[in-house]
């Protein structure tokens, strides 16, 4: 990451590039991520019920602690490593403090509120679906605005690096 701190990805523009295709990579991640919730349940609460507590009509049994517990032990670690990462690229772009502390918080917080919804459906009550609903949609939008904007300032940096050497190179 010193090459964002010490300006060297200007002059290093394969690292601009890898980081690149490393964000199109986690935007297919947060393509299929969408697709599996999809598969399982929509944004009705009734049907997030009835994926955490079963259906006497579809024959689905009700989540078992230990799925979930599984589930919550892979996503935890695994979500964890992708938000700070994507929050640490944030770092170096040109927004503001503020903006940065507010959707590296939102995300964090989306994501452990997405976990947590699941379990507070299955074993609190099945009003927590309008929470799981809410905590996925805000997990989605913070993860989109996190590739977005570090995106856009790195292609930002892209084009005003070319800019700047094509300059150069014309005088």
Partial sequence: MRFF???????QSIINAIILMFLG???LFWVSNGMM???KMGLNPASVVEYYLGSEEKFTQPKSYQSLLEVTHFHLFSMGILIITLTHLL???????TVKLWLTG????????DELAGWFVRFLHPAFAYFKVGSFI????????LLVLTSASL?????AWRAARSKASGQ
């Fill in 155 to 159: 292609l930002a940096q892209r084009a």
């Fill in 37 to 39: 919730y999809f598969h």
């Fill in 91 to 97: 770092l170096f772009t040109s927004l503001s403090t």
């Fill in 138 to 145: 805000l997990l989605e939008l913070s993860l989109a605005s």
């Fill in 5 to 11: 701190v010490t300006g060297e990805q200007r002059r």
């Fill in 106 to 113: 939102t995300t964090f917080v989306s994501a452990v509120a």
């Fill in 25 to 27: 990579y986690i935007a």
